[in-house]
């Protein structure tokens, strides 16, 4: 790991209209060390911006890479960090496909352009996939087979692949990949959040895997590593220890239905088509065979995370009883 100099060149970031972008720029905005931010998205982020010039662009438009190029061709881009990946199943596959693998393709395509010191790519460990024959923890050399049975997954890992395949054509170039795991704090949603939102939870009758949880603080205190030294490679961002999903359950005060495997399935992917649920019936794998990454790797260059797994469940817990609190009390008034 090389400690970076301190630099007045910019650093661009895509997808800070998304909760990791928009939480890493306001990381950003607040700390003086980085005085030159460019925010590129279809959406302004959910905040007013004191020092970064912001960018309307979608990254699925044609020629998107050149308009990129000419966009920032007089700037001096010190590191380019690629964020505009949705984390939640969308039910629109071709749009997602267009912006992770095109998008990436023209973003890569802008980074070789303007010789781009170090580029970042945010991941998830949803890549290696939940199966009956994953390991205890899954490094990140391990096979990524989370692509089996989800396109959303398929093509993350074919983003991941644009950037490894960067990384060998163009070894004068940093090139970083954080996959965390799941994130919980105060802030975040997604299909997980809505998931555990519920007053009852339909598991797999017959499992009970272990699954681990990373605080939201966490993830951006690893990218702000990451920002400020040269860490070249793949890193699994997980917080301490594991729960079985029963003990998350328990822990939450939630009611638990266990379904049959022939019933459920098909029954979530139902109620994924009619949009009642936020999540296919390829995500119910999670709920019942393993997948729990090694965050050994990132402890080497120096990320110790300070929320272990329950910890970042209770936050993240705790914030839903305040915020549910208050909606009863505006109800009542």
Not at 38 to 44: N, Q, S
Not at 169 to 182: A, D, M, Q, S, Y
Not at 198 to 212: A, C, I, K, T
Not at 221 to 247: H, M, Q, T
Request: with cysteine; hydrophobic share 40%.
């Amino acid at each position: 790991m090389r400690k970076k100099k301190e630099s007045k060149k910019t650093i661009v970031l895509t997808g800070t209209a998304g909760f990791y972008g928009s939480s890493l720029l306001r990381e950003l905005e607040k700390d003086p060390r980085y005085p030159n931010i460019i925010a590129i998205d279809c959406r302004k982020p959910p905040f007013e911006l004191k020092k970064t010039r912001f960018y309307r662009m979608s990254l699925t438009e044609t020629l998107a890479d050149s308009k990129l190029v000419d966009l920032l061709k007089n700037e001096e881009i010190d590191t380019f960090i690629h964020m505009a990946f949705p984390y939640s199943p969308p039910h629109n596959l071709e749009a997602v496909h267009d912006l992770v693998s095109v998008g990436t393709m023209y973003i890569l395509n802008c980074c070789a352009a303007l010789k781009v010191r170090k580029i970042i790519m945010s991941s998830t460990t949803e890549v290696y996939g939940a199966h009956p024959s994953n390991p205890n923890f899954l490094s990140e050399d391990y096979e990524r087979r989370g692509g089996y049975k989800s396109r959303f997954l398929r093509d993350k890992i074919e983003a991941e692949n644009q950037f490894l395949a960067f990384a060998k054509k163009h070894p004068e170039t940093i090139v970083t990949i954080l996959r965390p795991c799941t994130t919980l704090g105060p802030n975040v949603r997604n299909y997980k959040t809505t998931f555990l939102q519920r007053s009852v939870l339909m598991r797999v009758m017959g499992y009970d895997p272990l699954v681990q949880f990373v605080h939201e603080d966490d993830v951006m205190r690893a990218f702000k590593l990451i920002l400020e030294n040269d860490c070249p490679g793949v890193y699994n961002i997980v917080g301490e220890g594991v729960l079985p999903i029963s003990r998350v359950l328990k822990i939450a005060g939630k009611l638990s239905l266990p379904i049959p495997s022939p019933l459920l399935y098909p029954f979530v992917q139902l109620m994924w088509y009619a949009g009642i649920f936020a999540a296919p019936s390829s995500r119910l794998d999670f709920l019942k065979y393993l997948s729990v990454a090694d965050g050994e790797r990132a402890k080497k260059i120096g990320f110790k995370p300070k929320y272990s797994s329950k910890d970042a469940l209770l936050s993240f817990l705790g914030a839903q009883r305040v915020k549910n609190v208050r909606l009863l009390e505006r109800t009542v008034s």
